[in-house]
Structures are given as C-alpha cells and as structure tokens.
C-alpha cells in the first residue's frame, strides 16, 4: 500500500510549540487527529493511545489563531486545507463561538481496497458500514480511483464535506479521474445527487455518510435508474439499519405483513411476520469491523430475509496478513452459543450478542409471539418495533438439558430406557448426547420402558413383537437408521415432537466430528435448499461428493423434509434436491 497523507500542511495551522512537539514525535507517522478544547490540555490521538502535547491548557488566542489559518466552517461546522484531506471540526458554544477543534488527518491509502476488488468489477451496488474511524471514507476514495483510473467508468463523487476529494475547487489526486461535486450545505446532498445523475451522465455515484431519509430516497431513485451506487453508512452491521427507520430503505425496508392460513401452516409461522418491503438498494453490504478484517454479504436480500426469520447469515470475512494476501472465509452460524465456526479455520467474528444457539433455523420462518402480547404502557414501543426485535433477536429453542420432566409419556420415571433394535447405538448416543434427551439406551428388554426399531426388522420380527407384547413394553418404528429419523423417533417417544417447538440444536448432529470436506459439502446443500428450494421451488444438482459424504448431504436434506437421490456414475454421482 502507498500512503499520502501532506502531515505537514495540518501542523502548520497548529499553535507553533504543538507543531514543533507533533514533528519530532516518534508517531508522527500514525497520527489520527489532535484535539484542542479551551481550557483544557492539548491531546495527540493515535491508533492505540493517547497522550498530552503540552500541561498548558488551550487558551481562546491559540483557537482563534488556527482559525485565521484554516478559513471559515461550513453549514456542518467542518473545513479543510487546500488541496488536502484533512478535516478540521469545530465545537461552539451557544453563543457560535468556536471553543473547540478536532485536527483530523487525511490520508489516500491506494491498495486499501484489495479484499473486496472483485466485488468492485462486478458493478453491483456496494454499502460500506463500520463505525467512524474504521477507515469507510478512506476505502470510499479508492474505490472512487479504481472505477474510473483501472476500469474506465464515468464516476462522480457527491462530497458534501470536501472529506473525500479535499478541500479548494481542484480535487485532490487520491481520487484518479473521477470527478467530483461539493454541496453548499449538507441539507442539499440529496439534491445534489439527483443532480448528478441528471446532469452529468455518471455510470456510479460515490456517496459518503448516508444519513437522512431523503438521502435514502435518492439513493433508491439513482439506483432505479441503473447506476452503480457505492456509499457508507454509520453502523456495525446490518441490523443496525435494519432496526433505523430513517436507513431502512437502503436494505429494503421492513413491513408487517399478515399470511393466509395455508402459507402460515408452511412457514410454521404465526400469521404475522415481518418481511422485507422492496429490493434493498445497495445489493452488497462491507461491514468494516477493523481495518484489516472486513465481513461481506454479497446478497443483501438474502442477508435480510435471513435475519427477519430468526436465523443468522453466513456471510464471508475477508482478512489481509502481512504479506497483502486476502484471505477469505465463509462464517457459520455458532453451536450452543460456544461460537462461530468458518470454512478455512478462522476463529468467530460475531460479537457475543448477535451469537445464535444453533447451526442455523429450521429452513422456515420461526413463529412470533402473538399479537395480543402488548409492549407495557407507557414503553412507547410500537407493535411493529416488538415485531423487529422478536424477529432479530435470538430465538432459542426448546432447552432440553433445562426442561424439567416429571414423568414420561405412560407415567414411567426419567431418563427413559430405550432397547435399540436394527437402529445404529452409536447414532443414537449422539443424538442422546447432542440434544442432551432424558434417556438411557439399555440392552435389557426387561428394564427398558420402549423399543425403538427399524420398520423393516419388526415385520420380520414375530418374536420381538410377542415378547414386548408380554412385557407391555411399546414399539416405536423409524423407516431408516438415519440421524433425522432416530430424532423425531426419539422427540415421539417423549410427547415433545411438537411443531411450534424450534429444532436449532440438531443441526449439531450434522457437524459432529466432520471434516472441513464435510463441513463444506453441508454447507453447500443447506445454502441449496434455503436459497432456492424451498422460496423459489426448483430442484438443485450438487456437486459431485464421495458415498460417505452425499450420506450426509441425504440426511440434512431430509430433516427439512425434502426429498433428493443421488444420480450418476462415480466419481461424478451427485445429490439432486427436490422441492417439497
């Protein structure tokens, strides 16, 4: 990477004993911003520190004298040096006076942008989020550069505060060919982006600091009308603009809508749900969690249909090393809330509280509370707000290890003693131990309180029918000695096979002791079957897998209650996925 950063043009507006501290400081070169509050010490900010320039407070002379060299503030009481990037921020008292100033340093950092460069060529919409510092302007600048010097495109930037071309009339050369136009006041930047687009003939507009609704809206015009639109936004992640009404457009919006019985009865849902309004505007999201680690939802609308079902996404995290290499990995969603998992080895990047219970939701829209359920008086919060966060927030399901059982199904005490017969002991310890079910596995008939067995081994089993007859012992059959069979024969054999009951932690079953081979195949058809299986009703081919693998493959697909065969000759068989 090749940074320009003219340090020296900022030090200069400063008080000359600050200056001359700040040009021999042995960080000079990470500087982030000085601070000057009157009354108060001066303050030098880095990456990872802070520290005083001097034990003498900041008078209102020093103040006033970086102003004269600055110039005047505009309607967002910010300015700049020509020809630079940095940024100077004002803080007035009531009265308008400036009492205090935010020095921030400007830096073009060409090469910052090579973790999401393919995304970049595809033309697609791209949002960037991240909170203030991670770096949104500064990858904003080069992206801006790269479409219009490397890819020849018509690009004009909206630069409501000169932060992304510099302050003067000529723009700084961070920004390549683009073209570049200022806003009188930060009230018009809607306009002035429709202004562009009508005017100016743009194959993308680049825009910093989405924040109004009427922003938005433009946004969503200049998008309808086919160009290419790359911005920022303040937020972590997408749920935060999710949850902002004024933003929510960008993603697509969110609405309340009321099912009919039949499609309710599919979903497993409640009548009501939340669902996403119109295509998002930005069709890729980058959200900057640090400088060097970056996650990408390439699908927006997938990202928000996911998230408004209870489930988390599985979107990419892309890492630089030392060397440049980019290095990108696929998150899944954590097990038991112990973390995350990634294709590629890469530890979890979700903060703790967006971690959810299981490997994914059940492949349907989990069920809300109903609408009786009012917020309390005097919350303020709306029905469609209660909504938003039942749909956003985890939806854990039916807790075995803490539900309390007094007795089980025909009165006998708990754990209860299952006699397997055909069924696999090693299957079925797993799926005991994983969903942690109260029961026992027992190779006594005489102690066992039911027998779950194979279908086809009973038929041909006269003598296992008599002897459980005698014994007044129940048979509980399963088709196949399969992880999702043996499930629901297990959740029969306890009374809590119920349909409104969430099923998260199976999905573990899928990832017991599986390879990244595995881990990937899995993966692969679970993204078949949410994707386009089940909403859009067309049958999938995967790739080709070994026996052992497409077993498992099999079985996942089977616990959405699909069907799928495999076909072909090896070693190119593969699973096709029906839709149900």
Not at 216 to 241: D, F, K, P, S
Not at 257 to 279: H, I, M, N, W, Y
Not at 351 to 377: D, H, I, T, V, Y
Not at 498 to 525: I, K, N, T, W, Y
Request: charged share 25%.
């Amino acid at each position: 990477m090749t940074i320009t950063d003219d340090l020296q043009k900022l030090l200069d507006i400063l008080p000359q004993d600050l200056r001359q501290i700040l040009e021999k400081h042995p960080l000079r070169d990470s500087l982030v911003e000085v601070v000057l509050d009157l009354g108060r010490r001066p303050e030098a900010r880095f990456p990872n520190q802070a520290e005083y320039l001097s034990e003498t407070p900041v008078t209102q002379e020093q103040i006033d004298d970086c102003i004269k060299r600055v110039g005047t503030f505009g309607g967002d009481n910010r300015a700049g040096i020509e020809q630079t990037l940095h940024r100077i921020s004002a803080i007035r008292n009531r009265s308008g006076k400036v009492i205090g100033l935010t020095c921030r340093v400007g830096r073009a950092i060409f090469g910052t942008i090579g973790m999401i460069r393919d995304l970049v060529e595809t033309g697609k919409s791209i949002l960037m989020l991240g909170r203030p510092g991670v770096g949104k302007t500064t990858a904003l600048r080069e992206i801006a550069r790269v479409l219009a010097d490397d890819l020849n495109k018509r690009v004009v930037i909206i630069d409501t505060s000169n932060e992304i071309a510099g302050d003067g009339d000529v723009a700084h050369p961070a920004i390549g060919r683009s073209r570049r136009m200022q806003v009188a006041h930060p009230d018009l930047q809607h306009q002035v982006m429709i202004e562009a687009v009508e005017n100016h003939m743009p194959e993308v507009i680049v825009i910093d600091e989405i924040g109004t609704e009427l922003e938005a809206l433009a946004a969503r015009t200049i998008a309808e009308r086919g160009v290419q639109l790359v911005g920022t936004a303040h937020g972590n992640q997408i749920e935060n603009l999710i949850k902002n009404p004024t933003l929510a457009d960008l993603v697509g919006g969110i609405q309340a809508v009321t099912l009919g019985d039949d499609e309710a009865r599919r979903r497993g849902s409640q009548k009501t749900v939340l669902e996403r309004k119109a295509p998002p505007t930005f069709e890729i999201a980058v959200e900057m969690l640090e400088r060097q680690r970056w996650v990408v939802h390439e699908s927006v609308a997938d990202t928000v249909d996911t998230l408004l079902r209870g489930r988390q996404p599985s979107p990419q995290v892309r890492t630089v090393d030392d060397n440049g290499k980019v290095n990108i990995t696929r998150q899944l969603v954590a097990i038991n809330g112990r973390g995350g998992q990634t294709l590629g080895g890469e530890e979890s990047f979700l903060p703790p509280a967006r971690q959810p219970n299981g490997w994914r939701a059940n492949g349907q829209m989990l069920a809300l509370p109903s609408l009786s359920s009012e917020a309390p008086k005097g919350s303020g919060r709306s029905e469609f707000d209660r909504l938003l966060d039942e749909s956003l927030n985890d939806h854990n399901g039916f807790d075995f290890a803490n539900h309390t059982r007094q007795a089980g199904p025909n009165g006998e005490d708990l754990p209860l003693h299952v006699y397997p017969y055909g069924v696999s002991r090693s299957q079925l310890e797993q799926v005991v131990g994983v969903l942690s079910l109260p029961v026992a596995l027992t190779k006594d008939l005489d102690s066992a309180d039911a027998i779950l067995a194979l279908r086809s081994h009973v038929k041909n089993h006269a003598k296992l029918r008599q002897m459980a007859r005698a014994r007044q012992v129940p048979i509980h059959m399963i088709k196949s000695s399969t992880l999702p069979q043996i499930t629901r024969g297990l959740r029969r054999l306890l009374n809590i096979d119920d349909p409104d009951v969430g099923d998260d932690r199976e999905m573990q079953l899928f990832l017991h002791s599986a390879s990244d081979d595995e881990m990937d195949a899995l993966e692969e058809a679970r993204l078949a079957v949410e994707q386009i299986v089940i909403p859009k009703g067309q049958p999938v081919e995967l790739l080709p897998r070994s026996p052992q693998v497409r077993k498992m493959q099999h079985e996942l697909v089977e616990h959405y209650r699909l069907k799928s065969n495999s076909f072909g000759e090896e070693p190119n068989r593969r699973l096709r996925i029906y839709p149900a």
